[in-house]
C-alpha cells in the first residue's frame, strides 16, 4: 500500500465546517450530506471539506484533539509508556498534514501542532523499531499490535513480513524431514 | 502495484525456486569436493582435461557448481564427497556467533542464506549446527539492516549495502521503498501526477526507428 492510498482513506473522516453559502441536502453514494446554511457548523467528509476550503465556501472546524495541549498530554504521555498509546484518530498522521495544509488559517498554532504530531510519531516509530527487533530477537511466533495506526502499520510492512518470512523459512531448515517437498507454482 | 515486474522470492530451503532467478544464479556457486569414483567424460564439464570423452580420476579435488553436486551426491552410492565452503565451517560460525554484523557476507558469498540452506541436502553431520548458525545470523543482523535502510534517506546507500548478501538487499531494498514513499508523501510530492514508468519508458525508442 502507498501513503497516498493511506491518505486516501483518512479522507472519509468527518470534519466540522462551517459554510458560508446555502445548499440543500445532497445525496451522494455514500450517505447525505448537508443541509449547508450560512454560519451553521455541519459534519462533512475531509475531501469535501479540503475542496470547499481551496474555493473558500468555508470554514475549517479543527478536531477537538488538534489542540496545543491535548497534543503535548498525548506526547508526554506516549514517551512514558513502553506500549503504544491509544491515539485520537486512527488517522491523526493523515488528518494532520490534511488539514494544516489545505486550512492552516482555520487552525490555531498550525507550527506548532505540526511539530507536536511529528514528536509522537517519531516516538511511536522508534517503539515500533525497537519491538520489531525484540520480536525476531526473541524468535516469538505472534505479536499484539494495538493502537497502531494504518500509516505506521505502512511505513514498515513489507518489509517486517519479508524478512519474517525470510526467518520462517531458515528456521524450517532446523527440522530436516519435516519439510514438505513440494512447490507451489 | 505500481511495477510491472514481482520477482519470485528464493526459495531458501532445501529445495530452490524454480522461477526465482537469485536461486538459478545460486546454484551455480562453487562448492569443493573430491571424486569418489572415476567420472567418465565429467572431464569436459568441470573445465578439467581438453578432448569431450576425459574422464575424472577417482579421488581428484574438483569445485561443483551446486546444481551438479545435487545431481551426482547419493548418499548410498559415493559418487562425490562434498566438503563446507570456509564461511560455514566452525571457525567462521564462531566469528558468525561473536558478531554477525561486521561480516563481509557478500564477500563469503554473495547467497549466504539460499545457498547455506542448499548445503543442507548433502547430509552433513554438521547440518543443524550450519542451519542454527544460518538462522542466528539472520537474526543478528536484522536490526541493522532495518535501521539502516528505514534511516538512509537521500544519501548514498552503496556504503551500507556492500556487506549486505543479494537476500539481506532485497530486503534492504523493500525498507528504502517504504521510506521514499513515506518521505515523498509527506513532502507532498505524492499528490502531484507522474507519467508512469512503463510510458517514459516506451517514448525512449519507438518501433518506427527500429524498423526504419
Redesign the interface.
Known sequence: M???EV?FLAEKELVTIVPNFSLDRIHLIGGDLGPFNPGLPVEVPVWLAISLKQRQKCRVIAPEWMDVGKLEEIRDQERKEDTFTRMPSPYYMELT?LLL?YASDNIPKADEIRTLVKDTWDTRIAKL?LS??SF??Q?EVHAKLDNLTLMEI???????T??L???Y??????Q?GE?A?S?D? | ??EAYFPV?P?????E???SLDDILMSQEKLPGRAETRLPRLGFALGQGTGAGDAITEGSKLEFPLWLAKGLHDSKRRIISVQLPNIYKEAWRTVLSADASVVDLHKMGPYY?GFG?QL?NFDNPE??EI??A??QT???R??R???S??NAYNEDTSALVARLDE?ER??FQ??Q???N??Q???K?Q??QITASNLVQNYGKRKFTEVDG
Open positions: 502507498e501513503p497516498a491518505e498534514k495544509n523499531r520489531a527487533d525476531v530477537r524468535q505502512n511505513t514498515t510492512g513489507t518489509f517486517l519479508q524478512a518470512d525470510h526467518m523459512k531458515l528456521r524450517t531448515n532446523l530436516p519439510t517437498h512447490q507454482f | 502495484m505500481s522470492g526459495g531458501l530451503g532445501l529445495e525456486s524454480f522461477l542464506y540452506s543442507l547440518n543443524p542451519a542454527q544460518i538462522l539472520f537474526i543478528s536484522f536490526r539492516i532495518m535501521d535502510s528505514q537476500l532485497a530486503l523493500a525498507g521503498k517504504e521510506l514513499d513515506f515523498s508523501w509527506e507532498g505524492a499528490s
